[in-house]
């Protein structure tokens, strides 16, 4: 996979056999179409649009990359020069250049160019394209010519079945009294669910326990001890 200077990987576990789709089910099988409609998904933070973005170029190797738009790494617009070349480019956090007509004119011309190529061009962002802040008409009629997508957030069952599926991926088992102890417990957006997790993971393969109810609460209260 082609990848940025500032050095971005994929995350491991960001692929579609990680993702419990909930109410999902018809975006995640357009991402894995094989079409070259460009396509806009949003939702809110936490609902997995950098897991399904990360996981489109898993899925796509050689063929894809992943572009992040966040302002922390401060990209110049010229970063997005040759990239309309890849036949898979996924875009995340689109929306954070909103308001930037140099960005926005990048993006104009990369929209252009990969249609011409016949690339595919795959945006994440917080918002729907019609309700960014957007400076540039040409790039908002661009972004709104997008198939769009909103990505729903879990309920607690859907919370539940996604870190039982992360789980057992890791190779425990989770009962569902024991995922609903730490979904009382915990934060219950999904980056915090899956954190505390991995931390449980490591704690029962130290102890050699399995994840029962009063060694999630004893691990729990040993962690908050070492960071108080």
């Known amino acids: 996979m082609k990848q940025l200077a500032l050095g971005v990987r994929l995350r491991a576990e960001a692929l579609f056999a990680s993702f419990w789709p909930g109410e999902n089910a018809e975006v995640v099988a357009a991402l894995k179409a094989s079409t070259a409609a460009p396509l806009w998904l949003w939702g809110a933070q936490g609902t997995g649009k950098t897991h399904l973005l990360q996981a489109v170029c898993a899925a796509a190797g050689e063929d894809a990359a992943y572009f992040p738009l966040d302002r922390s790494l401060a990209l110049p617009p010229a970063a997005l020069a040759g990239y309309e070349r890849t036949p898979m480019l996924c875009v995340d956090d689109v929306d954070a250049v909103a308001g930037d007509l140099a960005w926005e004119t990048a993006l104009f011309r990369l929209f252009n160019e990969a249609a011409e190529l016949g690339n595919r061009l795959i945006f994440a962002a917080a918002a729907a394209p019609r309700q960014s802040n957007w400076l540039?008409?040409?790039?908002?009629?661009?972004?709104?010519?997008?198939?769009?997508?909103?990505?729903r957030e879990l309920d607690d069952g859907g919370r539940i079945a996604a870190?039982?599926?992360?789980?057992?991926?890791?190779?425990?088992?989770?009962?569902?009294?024991?995922?609903?102890?730490?979904?009382k417990r915990m934060p219950r957006d999904l980056h915090s669910l899956f954190d505390v997790l991995e931390q449980l993971d490591e704690a029962s393969l130290v102890a050699q326990r399995r994840l029962t109810i009063p060694f999630i609460r004893d691990a729990l209260e040993k962690h908050a001890e070492t960071k108080s």
């Open 136 to 151: 540039l008409e040409d790039w908002r009629s661009r972004a709104a010519a997008c198939i769009v997508y909103q990505l």
């Open 163 to 183: 870190l039982q599926l992360r789980a057992v991926q890791r190779g425990l088992q989770l009962p569902d009294e024991t995922a609903e102890y730490l979904l």
